[in-house]
């Protein structure tokens, strides 16, 4: 029985029925199983986005077949070479983490007359991993963040939480190749797991579709409806969050800096998916509170669709990106192709997108290094953020002109096009072993 904590998935083991080097010539007839938790229409956060675009991005290059959670499609979905997955019965009810890795299982085995194997998040990388070894094909990993990195979730995942950590760990020392999205990410898995050889680890950053987020024209009727609707004030200058409610988004430290904004400066909240109940309870106390003390204070918490969430976007000022961990943002490439300045702050992947200065600024901060990323001095950074945010929301010229290098940043470094071909180069390093 192999070590499968040790046993990495094999870089170039032949196959019967197929050609034993594939690396010289990746033609069309490669088939990749791309292996994830989330796929359209189950999207939560940017892995799954990640995911649908680097799909479609690599269909001309390769043979693609999704594999994903939460059941499957509907027929057109299914026919285009996507499979998704009920949890296994007998595991319906079991802890959330002990479920993954039962439905993992079943993906492993269906993996069978695939090529290479490539999967995202801690929920798909032990189908990856088993699925490398079974079959004998390479396993690649994109890192879209680290468990070791987000210990909070034990609040979502009690002792499950171990088992994610472990799930991950042994397919990253496993893996025959393992994508950063960012170079700040590289880093990140290195420290965390230093026993893995740092030529397998590349930097492949996220991409944006520049077609699918462009501001609306100034005469789109359905753009200025939605506006209306969510009760969002054109007229006034606005912040705009897009996230999940999680500790690693740092959506309290936004909620304390927003009181110190201007009167004028309103609060738009595209917020939902709380990782627990708790800091849900958190977050409505906070905003709360804010409304006790100013207007325009919107909070949506619905998961908005393409359209309506870049009218949106393109109704407010600024975009804010206060998370105190970020391997990338792709919601930062998503403001910035509508045209918006980003208020980061300068952790992560989050310093590789936003240009300070020129597409937004960075707000600095110093952070415990034990996982969490908390801020050393919260107060201070809180303040840090509310000042950034008040002289970009209260300088519309500026912030338009910020908006505007934004978009040509993501359309100079950030498009899909350019993301499949990096993607390609590393599968073709993999597949030479």
């Not at 904590?5 to 080097?21: F, G, I, N, V």
């Not at 085995?109 to 695939?114: E, F, N």
Request: proline fraction near 8%; hydrophobic fraction near 45%; include cysteine.
């Amino acid at each position: 029985m192999p070590d499968l904590a040790a046993s990495p998935a094999p870089a170039t083991a032949p196959r019967a029925d197929r050609s034993a080097d594939r690396s010289a010539d990746l033609r069309v007839d490669l088939r990749v199983d791309l292996l994830t938790r989330e796929y359209p229409p189950h999207v939560y956060g940017g892995a799954g986005v990640h995911v649908a675009e680097l799909a479609a991005v690599l269909a001309p290059h390769a043979d693609v077949r999704v594999r994903c959670f939460d059941g499957p499609r509907d027929a057109a979905t299914e026919g285009a070479g996507v499979t998704g997955y009920e949890t296994p019965a007998a595991l319906a009810s079991a802890n959330p983490a002990l479920a993954t890795l039962g439905t993992d299982l079943v993906m492993a085995d269906d993996v069978a007359g695939a090529d290479l194997v490539h999967s995202h998040t801690w929920y798909a990388n032990m189908a990856g991993h088993l699925g490398g070894l079974l079959h004998g094909v390479p396993h690649v990993v994109t890192a879209h963040s680290l468990e070791p990195l987000r210990p909070w979730k034990a609040e979502q995942l009690g002792g499950g939480y171990a088992l994610s950590s472990w799930a991950e760990r042994t397919a990253y020392l496993g893996a025959a190749g393992v994508i950063a999205v960012s170079a700040g990410m590289r880093a990140d898995i290195l420290r965390v797991y230093p026993e893995l050889d740092p030529d397998r680890v590349h930097v492949v950053h996220n991409g944006i579709d520049l077609t699918g987020w462009r501001r609306p024209t100034p005469d789109d009727a359905d753009a200025q409806a939605t506006v209306r609707r969510h009760g969002i004030d054109p007229d006034r200058p606005a912040v705009v969050f897009v996230g999940r409610i999680t500790r690693q988004k740092g959506l309290p430290y936004l909620l304390r800096a927003a009181a110190q904004l201007p009167p004028e400066v309103q609060l738009v909240l595209c917020a939902g998916a709380p990782d627990t109940p708790e800091i849900m309870a958190e977050v409505r106390g906070l905003v709360e509170d804010l409304r006790a003390t100013r207007t325009g204070v919107v909070w949506i918490e619905e998961m908005l669709p393409r359209p309506d969430l870049t009218a949106v976007l393109a109704a407010c000022t600024v975009f804010v990106c206060p998370s105190v961990y970020e391997p990338l943002g792709i919601v930062n490439l998503e403001a910035m192709a509508v045209g918006l300045p980003v208020v980061g702050t300068a952790t992560g992947g989050i310093p590789e997108v936003v240009d300070d200065g020129v597409t937004g600024v960075l707000v600095p901060i110093e952070q415990a290094d034990d996982g969490t990323g908390t801020p050393l001095d919260p107060d201070r950074f809180v303040a840090d953020l509310a000042a950034a945010l008040a002289r970009v929301a209260t300088d519309p010229a500026g912030a338009a002109a910020m908006g505007a290098a934004g978009r040509r940043r993501a359309e100079e470094h950030f498009a899909w096009t350019a993301i499949a071909e990096r993607t390609m180069e590393v599968y073709r390093q993999v597949l030479a072993g």
